[in-house]
């Protein structure tokens, strides 16, 4: 690959986590607002607690979307763990194929969704629906790109890395 693409995605992936972490920290002092208003001065918020599931949803999917590698993802790999290198790549492939498939499915109908949501809006924050759940839309494509690239990758006879637990990280 090339260096400066190279280091123009480690930039790119630097900001999306600082992203995430400054997400997470509005998220706890929303959440630590809520507590403090609620029973220290008994004056209960609801915005607080709108921020933060607006936040989590964000985070998840921004997060999942952008930030968590492929070595990262959560999976049940008993069997895959257990074969060699090409039957995983044909695993890999076939997996590929089947979310690609399923999300460009569904995407169409997602998109009518989220678009139509734009009549209504959050009962605190009045942030429009469409809004809030278009991050499900950028998550969407960016798993369909994932995914296109891993078959790919399949396609060409590379076989995804062996997992190996000491390696492994906690994700976000």
Do not use: C
């Amino acid at each position: 690959m090339n260096p400066g693409l190279r280091k123009v995605g480690g930039w790119l992936y630097r900001r999306a986590e600082n992203a995430i972490a400054i997400a997470i920290g509005a998220m706890f002092a929303a959440f630590l607002l809520q507590v403090a208003f609620r029973y220290l001065l008994n004056w209960p918020t609801g915005w607080s607690n709108e921020l933060t599931v607006v936040l989590w949803i964000w985070v998840v999917l921004f997060g999942a979307a952008f930030v968590v590698r492929e070595e990262e993802e959560i999976r049940f790999d008993l069997l895959y763990a257990t074969v060699g290198p090409d039957i995983r790549r044909v695993m890999t492939l076939a997996f590929a194929i089947a979310l690609v498939a399923l999300y460009g499915w569904s995407f169409p109908a997602v998109f009518d969704y989220v678009t139509f949501m734009k009549v209504e809006s959050t009962a605190y924050l009045k942030i429009r629906f469409d809004w809030l759940f278009s991050i499900y839309l950028v998550f969407v494509v960016a798993v369909i790109a994932r995914y296109l690239w891993l078959a790919w990758r399949a396609l060409r006879g590379e076989a995804p890395a062996e997992f190996d637990p000491t390696k492994a990280s906690s994700g976000v």
